[in-house]
């Protein structure tokens, strides 16, 4: 078995805690929010949905969500030391970190993705694919920063405050504004299928889609890997 019901549901109660669900609902609704609003005062525009599904929604709003879901998942029962209890069951270590990547996924995924299909079909609906190609986008995101904040839950205390650097300041800043970065930036790789399932010129993206793949393949599953060497590395240093 791949996923373990019971670690997927204490998982998921953690992540959907009153602190945590909070945050997780503010983001979207202020994407809605900020939709309606412009739908209302500047009617449908392709270039005002690419801006703001690409400028606010796929630059920061689904790292951001993908940081709280990431770390959220594994995170704080290593703070707090009942990661022990976790680990003292007969359940692989493998299918613990699988268990809480496909829950940190079904959140971020949920909780972003969803929000700007809505938010696109608000804005303009869904005129020249947008509103999809940005949801396939941010989906496609959610996979892979929750493998990297997941893998940041294991490696130090402080990965929420290291995760959102990289949110805010690495893909939010250098990889929207910086040629150079962009090639190694989360939200380009996720533009380059926007492009492809979007209309011709609608979205443009700095990385071409085989290699866009090739790195968000690689990554998320580097990412996975050295969680569960690093879970695995945990279980030891409490044998000993």
Sequence with gaps: MLVHPTV??????????????AILFALPALLLVISAALRVLTGADDQTAVDVLGGFALATMVPLIGVIAGTGAIGPEIDD????????KPVKRPVIILTKLLVAIGVTVAFSAVPTLLAGFLLNGNSQ????????????ASVT?????LLLGTVTRHAVVAGLVYALVWESLFGSLVPGARTLSVQQWA??????????GAITSSV????????????????????????RALTLAGEE
């Design 81 to 88: 030391g009942s990661v022990v209890y976790l680990l003292a």
């Design 208 to 231: 071409g889609l085989p290699l866009a793949v090739t790195l968000l393949l690689a990554v998320t599953v580097a990412a996975t890997w050295f969680a569960g060497r690093r879970l």
């Design 191 to 200: 533009l380059a299928l926007a492009q492809k399932t979007g209309a011709e």
């Design 129 to 140: 694919q947008i509103a999809v190609a940005y949801a396939v986008a941010a989906a496609v």
């Design 145 to 149: 920063y929750s493998a990297i904040f």
């Design 8 to 21: 997927a549901r204490l998982t998921y109660r953690g992540l959907l805690g009153r602190r945590r669900a």
